[in-house]
């Protein structure tokens, strides 16, 4: 059996969250990058694959999955050593999935959000009501963080690769974590994660992207 397919383009959050859980779980994957700066994701070969196309998507053998975070507990479940990253015990996994649910439909769609307009639609300021909004976020990120050392628990979860991704976008442009001390004893944590230097690779080179299209 081969190794599972991920496409990846590392400048992607929710791409970098499946490659971290990935790296974390220790599955050894196959990557194939897709450029979505070059528009490679409409390629029909891709279209084939996720008629979505979007990254990530994951080919473990023939079985097709895309939703970063359903990548990541899949990896979990059928790779795990353990149930360290993806707990089994009925409450534990509760919060796990909450904490998911509320990077994938609350934090990232607020940084997609900043950032979507910057990149793509000529907006060179973040306005401050998106300001706000995402601070509204970090607060209950900071209040998850003040109970216990990782997001989910006192051990790191997928939640924390899928929520580490998030936040490596919107700390390369440059955000302010000075009111949030939990945030950043946390992240300063996250680089104990396996794959967290490519990571912030890939945010880095999306960061830039953003900044360079702010007004100074
Ligand atoms: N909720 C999805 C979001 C995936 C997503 O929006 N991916 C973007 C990159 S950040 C993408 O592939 N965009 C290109 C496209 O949709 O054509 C996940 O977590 O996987």
């Avoid at 196309?53 to 895309?66: A, N, S």
């Avoid at 409450?91 to 959000?113: E, G, P, T, W």
């Avoid at 401050?128 to 970090?138: E, G, P, V």
Wanted: with cysteine.
């Amino acid at each position: 059996m081969s190794a599972p397919k991920l496409y990846h383009e590392p400048r992607s959050g929710p791409s970098r969250g499946a490659f971290l859980a990935a790296k974390a779980i220790g599955v050894p994957i196959e990557i194939e990058k897709v450029d979505l700066m070059k528009k490679e994701q409409p390629k029909e070969s891709f279209l084939k694959i996720n008629p979505q196309h979007c990254v990530p998507t994951l080919d473990d053998d023939g079985f097709i999955l895309w939703e970063s975070r359903a990548i990541a507990s899949y990896l979990a479940e059928k790779f795990g050593k353990d149930d360290q990253w993806y707990p089994k015990d009925l409450r534990r996994r509760a919060v796990v999935n909450q904490r998911l649910y509320f990077d994938s439909s609350n934090l990232y769609v607020k940084i997609r959000a900043i950032c979507y307009p910057i990149l793509f639609m000529g907006e060179t300021e973040i306005k401050t009501a998106l300001k706000d909004d995402l601070n509204n976020s970090l607060k209950f990120l900071d209040g998850f963080l003040s109970n216990t050392k990782w997001v989910a628990g006192d051990n790191p979860t997928i939640a924390d690769t899928s929520i580490c991704a998030s936040m490596s976008s919107i700390l390369a442009v440059g955000w302010d974590l000075t009111d949030f001390p939990n945030i950043q004893r946390w992240f300063k944590d996250c680089a104990s994660l396996p794959g967290f230097e490519e990571n912030l690779e890939g945010a880095k080179t999306f960061g830039d992207a953003v900044k360079k299209n702010l007004k100074q």
